[in-house]
């Protein structure tokens, strides 16, 4: 056997196709590390941030994450709302005033990259910003960008925001660097949906949380007596000035059958009844008597409260001094 390759051109070729497979297997290794890493930062996030925090902090991660996996020097980040307006931003020039940061990225979104990658909903490569119309040099930049790259994050159909890299140099961003990044963005979409809807979440939760904290307040000074109870006559929340002059007290109460409560108040557990059967019931004087507190005459209104299939879900019970 001969030590002379018989066909070296075959076998040169043989290896810059091995080669090119790993150069290939390592940017592929290199964009599922990057991805790793943005997962893994996006869940701690969620353990230490909220609310408009969370979305600041998982932009800012993510414009980390982007800048390594590309090795470009700079960059952007603007997330848009259904409108395709921008909510939320980094600035590749860093922190800015208020109004400056609105009138730049006006004026990229009119102009630049990021504008057009709005447009088309599709990737850009820049390869010298001095020869393409795509960029838009702004005034004042305190940096040199001869390369850049814009990159669409999309949700389904929805441009959810628009991430533009830089470099210094002309030619940094490739091709390869370029289908990378979209892959990359696919989790990013992911990462962004996913915070917008925890911060949607919490703020509702806040929301309900005040709603029924201003409820609490107004049933605990009623004038009167109030109740709420759910569809089977479970007291779900009482107050009321009298409340004590009829002999119950909310901590005690809540939770407990309104049968249960008031088992001499017959005439009250009927109308109760008839409200849980659909029935708006107004202005009913109502005799009440409790051993140990006396007899006491009100007026009553009870009103059934409808879910979304019409059904019963709640009765609110008003008793005032006749």
């Not at 993510?62 to 395709?84: N, V």
Request: aromatic share 6%; charged share 20%.
């Amino acid at each position: 056997m001969s030590i002379y390759d018989p066909n070296p051109d075959l076998s040169l070729a043989r290896i810059e196709a091995l080669e090119q497979e790993l150069a290939s297997l390592k940017a592929s290794n290199n964009t599922l590390d990057i991805q790793n890493k943005i997962l893994k930062g996006f869940i701690s996030l969620t353990n230490v941030s909220a609310g408009r925090m969370l979305i600041k902090a998982t932009l800012q991660k993510t414009m980390e994450a982007s800048i390594h996996q590309t090795g470009a020097q700079l960059g952007s980040l603007f997330l848009l709302d259904g409108d395709g307006r921008v909510t939320e931003s980094i600035l590749a020039r860093g922190a800015t005033d208020q109004n400056q940061k609105k009138n730049l990225v006006g004026q990229v979104l009119d102009k630049g990259l990021a504008g057009w990658v709005r447009e088309n909903k599709r990737t850009g490569l820049i390869n010298d910003t001095t020869k393409d119309y795509r960029w838009l040099k702004l005034p004042d930049e305190p940096y040199n960008a001869l390369s850049a790259l814009g990159v669409p994050i999309v949700w389904g159909d929805e441009l959810l925001g628009i991430l533009t890299l830089m470099h210094s140099q002309a030619d940094h961003f490739t091709p390869a660097s370029a289908i990378a990044m979209e892959k990359t963005a696919e989790l990013i979409a992911l990462v962004l949906n996913n915070a917008r809807i925890q911060t949607k979440h919490k703020q509702n939760e806040t929301l309900i949380q005040q709603e029924d904290d201003l409820l609490n307040q107004a049933i605990l000074w009623f004038p009167s007596v109030i109740f709420i109870l759910d569809n089977q006559g479970v007291l779900l929340k009482c107050g009321g000035k009298y409340l004590a002059q009829i002999g119950l007290d909310p901590k005690e109460s809540i939770g407990k059958s309104i049968y249960y409560l008031l088992p001499e108040a017959n005439e009250l557990k009927s109308l109760i009844s008839h409200a849980l059967a659909n029935n708006v019931i107004e202005s009913v004087s109502v005799q009440l008597e409790r051993v140990d507190h006396g007899t006491w005459f009100y007026d009553a209104w009870f009103s059934p409260i409808l879910d979304t299939h019409g059904q019963v879900a709640h009765v609110v019970c008003m008793l005032l001094p006749a």
